[in-house]
T-cell receptor
Framework: NAGVTQTPKFQVLKTGQSMTLQCAQD?????MSWYRQDPGMGLRLIHY???????DQGEVPNGYNVSRSTTEDFPLRLLSAAPSQTSVYFC??????????????FGPGTRLTVL | TQLLEQSPQFLSIQEGENLTVYCNSS?????LQWYRQEPGEGPVLLVT?????EVKKLKRLTFQFGDARKDSSLHITAAQPGDTGLYLC????????????FGQGTTLQVKP
């Protein structure tokens, strides 16, 4: 199993550009989520999905869109990049979301810089 | 808004020393997890605690969940350079949403 994969690993954008961060998992996990990590702020939840066709907002959803057409893929779209979106983005997945013991498996991250 | 506060934010110690990291909240949580993250990688789960007062041990790491389930601690005995990393606590938001919130993290550096 490859686990959770993310592409690209690094990306530089100009303000106003759009792009899609890709995330895929091969563990047949129901639950997938996107976080951003900024210095001193831990991980903040952007969007999450409890299954194909179902998505919901997290703590910091503004400026980001998601969709979940398959169990495996959960892309994150930046509509019009802003310097405030410079961050490291992590995708995570877990088998379920109702058990106390659900373990989140994280991808290696995408480091995004917006100029 | 449910928040998790970790302290200290940074810790630099010599190999062999002991340390404790704290994760506190004003909210009650049904479970709490600790993750460890190394530079350039995603976090990896260390432990999940679910019962107030619960203590779990993972080699030299001891995790405790507060009696009131509002706080947790991570104690490392005889720290080694391999323990260097970012330690994050995480808890499930109340309600059946699956949302996890994270503390801001504790960066630990263990010098040889």
């Amino acid at each position: 199993n490859a686990g959770v994969t993310q592409t690209p690993k690094f990306q530089v954008l100009k303000t106003g550009q759009s792009m899609t961060l890709q995330c895929a998992q091969d563990m047949n996990h129901e639950y997938m989520s996107w976080y951003r990590q900024d210095p001193g702020m831990g991980l903040r939840l952007i969007h999450y999905s409890v299954g194909a066709g179902i998505t919901d907002q997290g703590e910091v959803p503004n400026g980001y869109n998601v969709s979940r057409s398959t169990t495996e893929d959960f892309p994150l779209r930046l509509l019009s990049a802003a310097p405030s979106q410079t961050s490291v983005y992590f995708c995570a997945s877990s088998y379920g979301w109702t058990s106390f013991f659900n373990e989140q498996f994280f991808g290696p991250g995408t480091r995004l810089t917006v100029l | 808004t449910q928040l998790l506060e970790q302290s200290p934010q940074f810790l630099s110690i010599q190999e062999g020393e002991n340390l404790t990291v704290y994760c506190n909240s004003s909210s009650v949580f049904s479970s709490l997890q600790w993750y460890r993250q190394e530079p350039g990688e995603g976090p990896v789960l260390l432990v999940t605690v679910v019962t107030g007062g619960e203590v779990k041990k993972l080699k030299r790491l001891t995790f405790q969940f507060g009696d009131a389930r509002k706080d947790s601690s991570l104690h490392i005995t005889a720290a080694q350079p391999g323990d260097t990393g970012l330690y994050l606590c995480a808890a499930r938001v109340s309600g059946n949403t699956g949302k996890l919130i994270f503390g801001q993290g504790t960066t630990l550096q263990v010098k040889p």
